[in-house]
C-alpha cells in the first residue's frame, strides 16, 4: 500500500514567521512531488513540485526532497494570514498521483 | 477563463439515482484525471486518460462508476445506482505530459455531490 503521510495539525504560527510542513512516503519509487494549497471548500491549486533532491525555492516557498529518507517538506518564509489554509503533499508514480490527507495551516495576525 | 471547468458544481440526488458530472480540461492538455475527496482527507485518484484512453482505474472505482473521455477532449464520470457513501467532491485535472519529468496537474473547481 503506498501511503503519503502528513501531520494533520492545525499547525498554528504567527504573522511573519516560518511555517514548516511535512511529509513522508512509502513508495521508493515516486518520481515527483508536489505541495497544493487548499483552501475551505475550494480545489486545491498548485503551489510548487519537486523531482530532484535538495532545495527549490519559489519566492517566500521553499521545497526541500529528500528522497533517501522519503521526506519532502515545505517552507512557507514571512508566513501570512492569507496563507491559512490545508496544504496538501501530493506524490507521483508511473499511473496515479496519491495526495496526503493535508496539513491545516493557522496563520494568526 | 482557460482553467479546468467542471458541470455542475453541485448536485443533489436520491439514493438509487444515477448522475453525471461533466470535466472540460485546459485546452490542449494530454491528460485528465478524477479524484473523489471527503471532508478531512486528500483526493483519492480515481481513473485517468491519456488522450482518448483510459489507463488507469483504482480499485476504489467500483462497477458502479464509468469514465469516458470519447474524443480526447471533455470527460464524463458518471456513477449509477448513488448510493450515501458517494457523497463527496469529485475533482477534476488536467496535465501536460509530453516529454517531461513531471505531470503537473491543475484542478477544476470540482462537482460537490450530496446523495440523500
Known amino acids: 500500500q503506498k501511503e503519503v503521510e502528513q501531520n494533520s495539525g492545525p499547525l498554528s504560527v504567527p504573522e511573519g514567521a516560518i511555517a514548516s510542513l511535512n511529509c513522508t512516503y512509502s513508495d521508493r519509487g515516486s518520481q515527483s512531488f508536489f505541495w497544493y494549497r487548499q483552501y475551505s471548500g475550494k480545489s486545491p491549486e498548485l503551489i510548487m513540485f519537486i523531482y530532484s533532491n535538495g532545495d527549490k525555492e519559489d519566492g517566500r516557498f521553499t521545497a526541500q526532497l529528500n528522497k533517501a529518507s522519503q521526506y519532502v517538506s515545505l517552507l512557507i518564509r514571512d508566513s501570512q494570514p492569507s496563507d491559512s489554509a490545508t496544504y496538501l503533499c501530493?506524490?507521483?508514480?508511473?499511473?496515479?498521483?496519491?495526495f496526503g490527507a493535508g496539513t491545516r495551516l493557522t496563520v494568526k495576525p | 477563463d482557460t482553467g479546468v471547468s467542471q458541470d455542475p458544481r453541485h448536485k443533489i440526488t436520491k439514493r438509487g439515482q444515477n448522475v453525471t458530472f461533466r470535466c472540460d480540461p485546459i485546452s490542449e492538455h494530454n491528460r485528465l484525471y478524477w479524484y473523489r475527496q471527503t471532508l478531512g482527507q486528500g483526493p483519492e485518484f480515481l481513473t485517468y486518460f491519456q488522450n482518448e484512453a483510459q489507463l488507469e482505474k483504482s480499485r476504489l472505482l467500483s462497477d458502479r462508476f464509468s469514465a469516458e473521455r470519447p474524443k480526447g477532449s471533455f470527460s464524463t464520470l458518471e456513477i449509477q445506482r448513488t448510493e450515501q457513501g458517494d457523497s463527496a467532491m469529485y475533482l477534476c485535472?488536467?496535465?501536460?505530459?509530453?516529454?517531461?519529468?513531471?505531470?503537473?496537474?491543475?484542478f477544476g473547481p470540482g462537482t460537490r455531490l450530496t446523495v440523500l
Open positions: 485535472a488536467s496535465s501536460l505530459l509530453f516529454l517531461v519529468v513531471t505531470d503537473t496537474q491543475y
Open positions: 501530493a506524490v507521483s508514480g508511473d499511473n496515479d498521483m496519491r
